[in-house]
């Protein structure tokens, strides 16, 4: 059973330019998450899903960066136009259920690396 | 800001040594889970444990919860190299929103 994909693994990209990250989420999972992993600030969350719905976007650092999930098996995390101080992990993450006791699974996490 | 601050920040120790890795946050929780994570991967989910519980086992893993001191910790004990890797508290309030606010992690080193 596939896990959460996320792709690219990798990218590296210059200051201005576009970047878009891409996650599938566990199927019949009905949360999606995306977090932002640097060693300054940790783990941070940034926006999440509800049956394709955006409930919480207060961590989305400014208006350069968006997520959408036009269904319940693909998001994109985009950022426009990107700068150096983006450059971090990306982590997608899924949940089955709301409740007290679901936990998230995570993917491998795309490395953005922005000159 | 950060919910779970854990403590220590880094932790080396022999293999079979017990580890032990803890976690404070500041508001009332409705649960607190442990996740680790490998250099270069995603995190992992360990162990789920509930506001009405004081202690959990899984495994060689050992998860106590003091919501009066509002602090967990995680004991992994006869450790092995395999579990070289960042552990991290994550903290679920309830209310409206359903999210994890995670901690800075702690990075165990088990040296052969």
């Known amino acids: 059973d596939a896990g959460v994909i996320q792709s690219p693994r990798h990218e590296v990209t210059e200051m201005g330019q576009e970047v878009t990250l891409r996650c599938k989420p566990i199927s019949g999972h009905d949360y999606l998450f995306w977090y932002r992993q640097t060693m300054m600030r940790g783990l941070e969350l940034l926006i999440y899903f509800n049956n394709n719905v955006p409930i919480d976007d207060s961590g989305m650092p400014e208006d350069r960066f968006s997520a959408k999930m036009p269904n319940a098996s693909f998001s994109t995390l985009k950022i426009q136009p990107s700068e150096p101080r983006d450059s971090a992990v990306y982590f997608c993450?899924?949940?089955?259920?709301?409740?007290?006791?679901?936990?998230?699974?995570f993917g491998p996490g795309t490395r953005l690396l922005v000159l | 800001s950060q919910q779970g601050e854990e403590d220590p920040q880094a932790l080396s120790i022999q293999e079979g040594e017990n580890a032990t890795m803890n976690c404070s946050y500041k508001t009332s929780i409705n649960n607190l889970q442990w996740y680790r994570q490998n250099s270069g991967r995603g995190l992992v989910h360990l162990i789920l444990i509930r506001s009405n519980e004081r202690e959990k086992h899984s495994g060689r893993l050992r998860v106590t919860l003091d919501t009066s001191k509002k602090s967990s910790s995680l004991l992994i004990t006869a450790s092995r190299a395999a579990d070289t890797a960042s552990y991290f508290c994550a903290t679920e309030s309830g209310g409206s929103n359903y999210k994890l606010t995670f901690g800075k992690g702690t990075l165990l080193t088990v040296n052969p």
């Open positions: 993450a899924s949940s089955l259920v709301a409740g007290f006791q679901e936990t998230q699974y």
